[in-house]
């Protein structure tokens, strides 16, 4: 690993106090510490050695809190978070803050430097219908009720890891447009391309990428009928443009289930399923999500 950071807790060598073992209590690290924006690292923080009593560990990295969960596969008392990279955040030099309580009560915190490189992006033009591009008035009152709405899904992921093995594909479609293009509708600059588009004619078969809690199945003006699944620890997956749902708000599933069918809904130039993964407030490239994932469970 790279970015190596050891954290000296309190009542350990270095902090005034002299212990048996000699050592750090706690150690972090950063899987990778140089990070294109709209990408994942995992933090990882070792406290096997940490005195019991230390309690309130906790990452955050700007604005964002950054949930730590007990490794997937290493042993108990180490704990790992996903940290994701706003696509739209410029390259620098920045921090990932931790925070902790000691046995005294005692507030501490410490900082990991991370990079943050600019990723190889592209501009990509599409033809939609305009009401997409210039929405009314109506339109427009339409889309912030149901921005705010999933601003407060995002914003309250369960606790509990819901996922289990592997995130997969949600179908086997080719990808038609990659995660973080810039994209003009109808010739106006709109967005960064905040997922991947898979290949699929419509009524192709959509299956959940993990297990989790269906939070969200229903129609919103831009992503027509989506499904946003919460697999827990602050990980989200969204499937968008479906030509039916399948599923209902409220409903756990399993990795593989059928949530729905793929279609042309909302801001669509043709059929196709879009495949979305947000982390802990940024969305990220599903793709390399996937793999990071896979390198945690191999560890």
Known sequence: MVGVICIVLPG???AGTETKANKPTAVARLSVAKVA???VTVIEVDLRNEDPFTTGLKARFEQNEITLFQHPVKAQGIYCGLVGIPIGKKPQKTIIDLQWTDSEGRQHSQSMPLQIIEGNYKKEALKVAPKHVSPSPKDLQRIKAEKKKIGRIYASS????????????????NTTSVFGNQRLFNG??????RGTDLRAKT??????????????????????????????????????????????AGQHIARG??????????RVSGPHLHWGVKINGAYVDPMQFIVVISDLLLQ
């Open 37 to 39: 924006n709209g990408q």
């Open 203 to 248: 009524g192709t078969p959509v299956y959940a990428s993990n297990s989790g809690i269906v939070r969200l199945a229903q129609n919103l003006f831009y992503s027509g009928n989506i499904v946003i699944v919460d697999h827990g620890n602050g990980i989200f997956t969204n499937y968008a443009h479906l030509s039916k749902i399948q599923v209902r």
């Open 158 to 173: 369960n606790h509990n890891r819901l996922w289990y093995g592997n995130f997969v594909k949600p179908l086997t479609g």
């Open 188 to 193: 106006e600059l709109q967005s960064y391309h």
């Open 257 to 266: 289930d059928q949530i729905g069918l793929s279609g042309a809904t909302g």
């Open 12 to 14: 350990c060598a270095g």
